[in-house]
């Protein structure tokens, strides 16, 4: 079994009614940007910039050697999360993004079945949400809560030699 993971990164603008949903068959191919790595839709103005990552396990397919067409996941991922997250940020802002992820989901499995296996949404760049997409209802496990931090640590640089204020003109508090 191999495991295929595709992060698929895209805006969100809620307030422009113009912007294409993937989920209408007028609009169920992304632009023809041609950079989807910095997202499609692009951002343009002020917008939401989130990345969905999709995880699949399957036998490679004997006859192109792949265990999906990374495009069928990058227009999975948009058909089915851009316009729920669009909806939910229109309309309820204060939308749980743990209860939106289950939608996700749901939504994910029924387009990439039977090779789903997660769905990570990285709400930022140190936070992101979980799911499993293996169950059948998919998401009856927990979500699973990522959050990175930094640490930085102060150090006090100080020469036992000299006085409190000289040590302070050097090397400041």
């Given amino acids: 079994m191999i495991r295929l993971s595709r992060r698929v990164r895209f805006a969100v603008f809620p307030w422009d009614h113009a912007q294409p949903s993937y989920a209408q068959p007028n609009h169920a191919q992304p632009s023809q940007s041609g950079n989807g790595y910095a997202g499609d839709p692009p951002s343009a103005g002020l917008a939401a910039y ?3 990552e999709v995880s699949c396990v399957a036998k490679p397919d004997p006859a192109i050697g792949y265990v999906l067409d990374i495009k069928r996941a ?5 058909r089915v999360a851009l316009p729920l997250i669009q909806h939910a940020m229109a309309t309820n802002p204060r939308t749980s993004p743990v209860a939106l992820l289950r939608d996700i989901a749901r939504g994910l ?3 990439l079945s039977p090779i789903a296996e997660r769905v990570r949404w ?3 760049p140190t936070y992101s949400i979980e799911a499993s ?3 059948d ?3 009856t496990a927990p979500v699973l ?3 990175k931090f930094d640490f930085a640590a102060s150090h006090r640089l100080h020469v036992p030699t000299l006085s ?3 040590n302070q003109r050097l090397f400041g508090k």
Avoid at 74 to 78: E, F, K, S, T, Y
Wanted: no cysteine; hydrophobic share 35%; charged share 35%.
């Fill in 50 to 52: 989130y990345e969905i």
């Fill in 74 to 78: 990058d227009h999975a991922v948009r």
């Fill in 109 to 111: 499995h029924r387009e």
């Fill in 122 to 124: 990285f709400l930022t």
């Fill in 133 to 135: 997409m293996i169950s």
């Fill in 137 to 139: 209802p998919p998401i």
């Fill in 145 to 147: 809560v990522r959050q």
């Fill in 164 to 166: 409190d204020d000289e």
